[in-house]
């Protein structure tokens, strides 16, 4: 018997009930810090990565590979993270407070990009301009006023 084979029958003998929810976090709880957090990585990814210069050693190399990939996955997970703001938490309602809403996260989305086919301090910073802006428009619908701060 084919490993294939054994699994679709360990399949059968042994399925998961099939559960649907209306959005990605059920629990309800949401936070922009998240993104934010990506967006300071991407943002001292981008200095750190300024800071190596033209230096083309072996260790230099080494390090400057690290801080690109790990500059790349945080401005995905940026981007991850606006998105589970946008579609989960925000709701059509929520466009009569912000009419600006979805221009400002498709932008937002947009910079994390940008980000990523760059080395440029001024499109992470212009991208941590855009996560204040959703940081300042998901605490007011909540009716919170939380300021705005970095870890860095």
């Given at each position: 018997m084919?490993?294939?084979?054994?699994l679709?029958k360990?399949?059968?003998?042994f399925?998961?009930?099939?559960?649907q929810?209306h959005?990605?976090g059920?629990?309800?709880v949401?936070d922009?810090?998240s993104a934010r957090?990506?967006g300071?990585a991407?943002?001292?990814?981008?200095?750190?990565?300024?800071?190596?210069g033209?230096?083309?050693?072996?260790a230099t190399?080494?390090?400057?590979?690290r801080?690109?990939?790990i500059k790349e996955?945080?401005?995905e997970?940026?981007?991850?993270?606006?998105n589970i703001?946008?579609?989960?938490?925000f709701?059509?309602?929520?466009l009569e407070?912000?009419?600006?809403?979805h221009t400002t996260?498709w932008?937002?989305?947009?910079?994390?990009?940008?980000?990523k086919t760059?080395?440029s301090?001024e499109?992470a910073?212009e991208?941590?301009?855009q996560?204040?802006?959703i940081?300042?428009m998901?605490w007011?619908?909540?009716?919170r006023d939380?300021?705005?701060?970095t870890?860095?």
């Open positions: 084919t490993l294939t084979a054994l679709e360990l399949s059968v003998r399925s998961a009930p099939v559960v929810a959005c990605d059920p629990c309800g949401y922009p810090a957090i990506a300071e991407v943002l001292s990814m981008t200095k750190k990565l300024l800071d190596l033209d230096s083309h050693d072996t190399e080494n390090t400057r590979s801080y690109i990939a996955a945080e401005a997970e940026a981007k991850r993270q606006l703001l946008w579609h989960d938490y709701k059509p309602a929520h407070d912000y009419p600006e809403l996260f932008n937002a989305a947009k910079q994390a990009s940008a980000c760059s080395v301090v499109a910073t991208l941590m301009t996560i204040e802006a940081h300042n998901f007011a619908s909540k009716g939380i300021p705005w701060y870890a860095s």
